[in-house]
């Protein structure tokens, strides 16, 4: 982008961060965008057919091997998000098993446990007319879940410090990667020691998982792990591979749904005929008891609005990747080297792609008008072999979360509106959402 193309990105910038300055950019400048990414030079696409390419078609040239996720290094170590090759085909043959819609069935009374606990904390609330905040609930319920339905352990009082330690982690991250030029390197000799810090308190935990998870009579996804073969070569993971998993697992197991969520709630007050149409559907699926695997399929509207929210708000906003070996995308050459980025966040708000893209509306995920979205227009998972594997969790969680809320209260914003945060890295609201509540009668 040339520096006019740039100042006039500044209105978008400052209502949506960076996800608004990439926006403008292929907005401005083609559906194939030269501009940067925090220090890093970067091209940008968002047309659907591009992001195929890169990500499915092509992915081949287009690998994880990139600046971005390098910085995640540090902490994911060569789990299944960041590593590559042959190494991470073996890794993910091990995981995916667990996470098919078959084995996230066995794991949908653990959310259901959760959000009914969850439903008792906001029940308390109301009694004492005391404000929720759903963005730290829904973190909260989140590690929770993650933690009780995966991890096979409780964490208590430890989920405050964990939480905290992870929040300081993930700002740290998102501030290097907002500072620009050689700039970069200073920040990062500023941050690493408390980056570091803060990787040593989710080490502790990671320790603790796996002790808890060898012990004689546990059972679970961890304890499994850690004897489950490669199906094609045998290979066991090391205790350091378990590591990296499982801190991929439980940041991609409840940062991501959290905010999902809480964006969620931040819609169903915008709009009460959302809040009434959920408990509708709940009140006739459930009446008064906790969601099985098997109702998953008859709560439909509840899926839809996880899945609007994702839209309107994408967990993942923008995929980084690393051009290696030189390309042509759109008639623009990609030489060996480049960084490549697909906005999410600018394909889920493309007028060219959804009818009034701004609007939240549920009901385009309903079954009856699925159809009618444009293949490959809805990407919240990333596409292509390194499709999220946790697709099939998120979205029962999701609908387990939101039907057991909705079923049970009265739900209307406290305080101001919210907008998007505008560091990069995970779609987080810009400040508390704050819920006031009423039980209904009878539940």
Not at 63 to 79: S, T, W, Y
Not at 118 to 127: F, K, N
Not at 346 to 367: G, N, S, T, Y
Request: glycine content about 8%.
């Amino acid at each position: 982008m040339t520096w006019r193309d740039t100042l006039a990105s500044i209105p978008s910038v400052v209502r949506f961060g960076i996800n608004g300055y990439i926006e403008e950019a292929i907005r401005r400048t083609g559906e194939v965008a030269a501009a940067s990414l925090g220090p890093f030079p970067a091209v940008f696409v968002s047309r659907p057919d591009l992001i195929r390419h890169v990500l499915v078609t092509q992915n081949h040239v287009y690998l994880k091997d990139n600046p971005v996720f390098e910085l995640l290094r540090p902490l994911a170590g060569n789990g299944v998000f960041l590593s590559e090759g042959e190494f991470w085909r073996s890794q993910r043959r091990i995981l995916q098993p667990e996470f098919t819609s078959r084995g996230v069935d066995a794991l949908v009374d653990g959310m259901a446990s959760v959000a009914a606990a969850v439903a008792r904390e906001w029940e308390l609330a109301c009694r004492a007319g005391r404000v929720v905040d759903a963005t730290e609930t829904m973190r909260d319920a989140a590690m929770r879940i993650i933690c009780h339905t995966v991890l096979g352990v409780d964490l208590g009082a430890d989920s405050a410090r964990l939480g905290r330690a992870l929040d300081r982690l993930l700002l740290l991250l998102q501030v290097e990667l907002s500072v620009p030029g050689p700039l970069g390197g200073t920040v990062w000799r500023a941050l690493e020691k408390p980056m570091l810090a803060a990787i040593a308190t989710i080490d502790e935990f990671v320790a603790a998982v796996i002790e808890q998870n060898r012990a004689a009579g546990a059972a679970g996804v961890v304890n499994r792990l850690l004897e489950s073969p490669d199906p094609e070569t045998g290979r066991t993971m090391t205790a350091k591979h378990l590591r990296d998993e499982i801190i991929t697992l439980f940041i991609a197991g409840h940062e991501t749904t959290a905010n999902t969520l809480s964006w969620a709630w931040v819609e169903v007050c915008r709009s009460p005929n959302i809040l009434e149409r959920l408990r509708a559907e709940a009140d006739a699926v459930l009446g008064d008891r906790a969601p099985r695997a098997a109702d998953l399929p008859r709560l439909p509207y509840a899926r839809a609005v996880f899945e609007e929210s994702m839209r309107l708000y994408p967990p993942l906003p923008f995929v980084p990747r690393i051009a290696a070996t030189d390309d042509v995308i759109a008639g623009y050459r990609v030489p060996s080297g480049t960084m490549l980025v697909c906005s999410i966040f600018a394909l889920h708000r493309r007028p060219d792609v959804w009818p009034a893209p701004l609007d939240f509306d549920p009901e385009r995920f309903l079954p009856e008008r699925r159809a009618a979205i444009a293949p490959g227009a809805f990407v919240p998972f990333g596409a292509g072999p390194r499709l999220c594997m946790g697709n099939h969790f998120a979205l029962a969680e999701g609908a387990v979360m939101l039907s057991t809320l909705a079923r049970r209260f009265d739900v209307a914003r406290a305080g101001a509106d919210v907008g998007i945060a505008k560091l990069p890295g995970s779609l987080r609201p810009d400040r508390p959402v704050r819920l006031r509540l009423r039980a209904r009668a009878g539940t």
